[in-house]
T-cell receptor, first 113, second 111 residues
Framework: NAGVTQTPKFQVLKTGQSMTLQCAQD?????MYWYRQDPGMGLRLIYYSASEGTTDKGEVPNGYNVSRLNKREFSLRLESAAPSQTSVYFC????????????FGSGTRLTVV | QKEVEQNSGPLSVPEGAIASLNCTYSDRVSQSFFWYRQYSGKSPELIMS????GDKEDGRFTAQLNKASQYVSLLIRDSQPSDSATYLCAVRVEYGNKLVFGAGTILRVKS
């Protein structure tokens, strides 16, 4: 019972490099989310996908893009990484948008130097 | 004003005591409220949800909701060192139908 799987767990990037964070869930959830967590700031929503085929911006979308590849997978792309994007990134899913609780992946710790 | 506010702590309580964690929110029409526990270096884990005014109990945990005062709390009875973690309050805001998280309260239970 994997739940929400994120890869990679750790990553160091140089400024200007690009990368994609992968997320997959096996709970048949409709909605998926990407959050970033910074000290003292809590979890901030970057992008979300209410259902397969839809994506919307959250609170802090600048510098990121997303793809809902299918019902299971939701990826987050940094096109040109900046030091301000150093953070811990969490993917989450839920049965429906905003409903019930969210199930989180184990996180990706990203450092941009 | 932040949408969901929590005292950052740390809140220190002795083992066996009651820990009381508080959260206020700004969206008056919010209907769904959640408490997550996050151990250091780990992901948030849902421990309680509450949708109606009053108390909801689950084992050693009690969630309390007062919509008129826009206030949610979490009580942990018989606190254990294993309860030491950051507790995140989350509120579903009606516009955009999304969860908004507070910054969390650090709880330390001393043995």
């Amino acid at each position: 019972n994997a739940g929400v799987t994120q890869t990679p767990k750790f990553q160091v990037l140089k400024t200007g490099q690009s990368m994609t964070l992968q997320c997959a869930q096996d709970m048949n959830h409709n909605s998926m989310y990407w959050y970033r967590q910074d000290p003292g700031m809590g979890l901030r929503l970057i992008y979300y996908s209410a259902s397969e085929g839809t994506t919307d911006k959250g609170e802090v979308p600048n510098g990121y893009n997303v793809s809902r590849l299918n019902k299971r997978e939701f990826s987050l792309r940094l096109e040109s990484a900046a030091p301000s994007q150093t953070s811990v990134y969490f993917c989450a899913s839920s049965v429906r948008q905003g409903s019930y609780g969210y199930t989180f992946g184990s996180g990706t710790r990203l450092t941009v130097v | 004003q932040k949408e969901v506010e929590q005292n950052s702590g740390p809140l220190s309580v002795p083992e066996g005591a009651i820990a009381s964690l508080n959260c206020t929110y700004s969206d008056r029409v919010s209907q769904s409220f959640f408490w997550y526990r996050q151990y250091s270096g780990k992901s948030p884990e849902l421990i309680m949800s509450i949708y109606s005014n009053g108390d909801k109990e689950d084992g050693r945990f009690t969630a309390q909701l007062n919509k008129a005062s826009q206030y949610v709390s979490l009580l942990i009875r018989d606190s254990q060192p294993s309860d030491s973690a950051t507790y995140l309050c989350a509120v579903r805001v009606e516009y955009g139908n999304k969860l908004v998280f507070g910054a969390g309260t650090i709880l330390r239970v001393k043995s």
